[in-house]
């Protein structure tokens, strides 16, 4: 049944299949009922042209007017009701008193009085489809004048013949017990009428709620009884009024009038308060539901949008709604046909740090032009830690039969930034996540390059008879760019190796292992030219490694034999020969040419040194030198070489344990940024 009754709307309306739920409900329900209260609406108003009497209206103009000066007020003060018939899904209507005084204008005049009635539903339609901002609202507001004329008009011309009937007289004359039957017997029957007419369009919502949306329709039902009956209270009173007017003219009929327009003022606020402090209830709820589904998903930020979908929508019934991320893009767009366009919004948006709202067809300061629109509400999505905008939430007010003026649209604005900061919350969460998923991976990866970088070091030092070789490296970060080598070559000589990359991180991780590699395949190649294995290195690096990165290297060949070593500098901070016979006389074996990875032809010169017994070769890095504490100071050169004298016939890694308490003991607590390694030899004194 529901697809018949849709694919047949459709044909009028195009646009349905746009809409879907409870939205598509009312639209059908609107269409069915504005087909078949037509005709009826037609005959009531065919019957009233027939039935009236223009010349007592033409003779009673003035009360005429009155009288419709009167329905403007009461329905200015109407009073509205709201009911949640299903969960998220909320119903409305607007009522107002003024059938009291179109009854009042019955019993004093007939049927002709009916003429103030069509007259306010059509300005009320005219009014109604020239605000229109949807076809749905354009519909609507048919359905409504429409139905109006077949219950109101052909309705009242349908029972006013049992009041007649009953005694009942125009004007009505002294009240009596039988003017007083007639006059309320007719008026609750012109209700009962009015739900008979009204049958197709609540028999339709409520199977619809039933086998469409699988919802109670017990809740729906209490919302049609309370939406005929409430304004329909005061209608008795209107035999009262008329009796007023009829027997004390027209003070006593304002008397009693004003009475009733003060109750329906009382009635507007108490509505409004109800329906506010429901609104607020109701979205500290989802608020709170919001926020723990939001601590209970996982963490990725996967499932938000699904939780925006199920928790925000109640919290503002009936609204269009637009919330996004600048990272993520839509998080939500409800319903699924709102079209906004975003990007003039956000250059505006991303510049705010408050939540704002606009009323009806105020101007929007990000359009020069600004079309007609409902009430807005604005709210930036705030980066939790910098407070800059990262996305946005977007509210077009649709919802209910509340007055959306500038106390209710700020009675709103908490609730808006309240859910803007969870949802920045939510994206921050997420980002925090991957950043730990990211940094998870890049530990792994590091210590893998770790252990693989520590493979290029030597695991054994070469032993040599009469001679003490220790070396240490303690990296800044969890891969060094400092290495060092030792290799052993068959005439019995050794090769040693201290050097440094410039900068730290995986690439120079890299160049270190490129040049580690090449160094000890040359030193192979040449193992008593230190120069030429420098210069080799140098022209393979250049070569290969397209990186703007440079090693400095300090490398020599030992003669374990004669304590001769010939070294070749390339731009290595100078290492310290150490004489045991004059230890404060320390010579510096400075560069003997520039780093690695700079010059294609650069070359290299060669030096020669002779450790004599209980001396000791300090090679190092700048790290060692360039060691700084809190205060920016770098470590005194002299304390190290003051060091190295107090241990200086100790075993060679007692002295390198001494230098790195030192230099710790001076860095503290302050963050170290460079690499910190020695190389010690010493030959033995005998």
Known sequence: MEDIVYQLVKRLRPDLEKESGQQRIGSVADVVTLLYMLPLGIIGLVWLVRVSDWGLIGKNWLFFILLAVLMYLFNRFSFFIVTEIRSGGYANTEGALDGMVLWSGIFLFGPSALWLDVFWNVVNLVRGVWRARSPAETWNQLRASVSGLATNVLGILLVLPVYRLMGGEFPLGKLSMQSLAA???????????????????????????????????GP??????????????????????????????????????????????????????????????????????????ILNDPPDASTLPKLLEEHVPPMFSSSSILIWSEESGTLLNYPANLSVERAPMWSWLH??????FFQTDQPVPWLEKTPPHAPLLMAPVLHPEHSHAIGGVYIEVRSLAVIWDERSLAALLPAVQTLSAQVASALRRAQVYYETLAM????QELSLARSIQASFLP??????????????LEPA??????????????????????????DKGLGPALYMALSSTLLRTFASQYPTEPARVLSATN????????????????????????????????????????????PTQQQSLRNTGMPLGIDLDATWREEEIQLAPGDVLILYTDGVTDAQNNQGQFIDRQAVLNCIYQHLEHPVQTIQESIFDEIHQFVGEAPRFDDITLVIVKREYR
């Open 183 to 217: 006059g309320t017997t007719v008026i609750l029957l012109h209700l009962v009428l009015m739900l008979l007419i009204f049958g197709g369009y609540i028999g339709y919502v409520i199977w619809a709620l039933r086998y469409v949306l699988n919802a109670s329709p």
């Open 539 to 582: 022209q393979r690096i250049l070569q290969d490694a397209r990186a703007n990165l440079f090693v400095t290297v300090f490398y020599g060949v030992l003669n374990p034999e004669t304590g001769q070593l010939v070294y070749a500098n390339a731009g290595h901070p100078p290492a310290f020969l150490i004489s045991r016979e004059q």
């Open 440 to 443: 998870q991976k890049t530990l």
């Open 459 to 472: 695991e054994n030092l070469p032993q040599l008879d009469g001679w003490q070789l220790h070396a240490a």
């Open 351 to 356: 510049t705010q740090s408050q939540a704002r």
């Open 220 to 293: 729906a039902v209490h919302f049609f009884i309370l939406a005929f009956t409430l304004p329909a209270l005061a209608n008795p009173f209107a035999i009262l009024a008329a009796n007023l007017y009829s027997q004390g003219g027209i003070l006593f009929y304002l008397f009693n009038v004003i009475g009733l327009l003060l109750v329906a003022v009382l009635a507007r606020r108490l509505s409004r308060a109800v329906e506010s402090s429901r609104l607020q209830s109701h979205q500290l709820e989802e608020l709170e539901r919001l926020g723990r589904a």
């Open 477 to 502: 970060r969890q891969i060094a760019g400092d290495f060092y080598d030792f290799i052993a070559f068959p005439n019995g000589q050794v090769g040693i190796v201290i050097a440094d990359v410039a």
